[in-house]
């Protein structure tokens, strides 16, 4: 499976910025997704991930942030919305499988200054 993320870019404090990542060679709903971060100098944390569990986010960014899926179920979004300069990480999508194979995004970039 090959995962490509984009969207990652500069934004304002308060603004808004859609990630995506695109699958090729499975679809999306064999796995468990996710959507991770790491900043400079900090470990990859999770933001959200959608699993037979639910969908969940972290605290940080609950009620700001929104993971989706298409409809084919070959791409994966997080809507980021309210941006904090906290929010600022390189962001990895994810997937999980049944069997415990992993796979990751190469990484996209997000800025958010005042």
């Known amino acids: 499976v090959r995962l490509v993320e984009s969207g990652g870019k500069f934004a304002q404090v308060g603004g808004s910025l859609t990630l995506s990542c695109a699958a090729s060679?499975?679809?999306?709903?064999?796995?468990?997704i996710a959507w991770f971060r790491q900043a400079p100098g900090k470990g990859r944390e999770g933001v959200s991930c959608l699993s037979t569990s639910g969908l969940e986010y972290a605290d940080s960014v609950k009620g700001r942030f929104t993971l989706a899926v298409n409809d084919a179920w070959n791409i994966m979004t997080l809507q980021m919305n309210d941006l904090k300069p906290e929010d600022s990480a390189v962001y990895y999508c994810?997937?999980?499988?049944?069997?415990?194979?992993?796979?990751w995004g190469q990484g996209t970039q997000v800025t958010v200054s005042a």
């Open positions: 060679g499975d679809t999306l709903d064999d796995y468990a």
């Open positions: 994810h997937l999980h499988s049944p069997f415990s194979n992993q796979y």
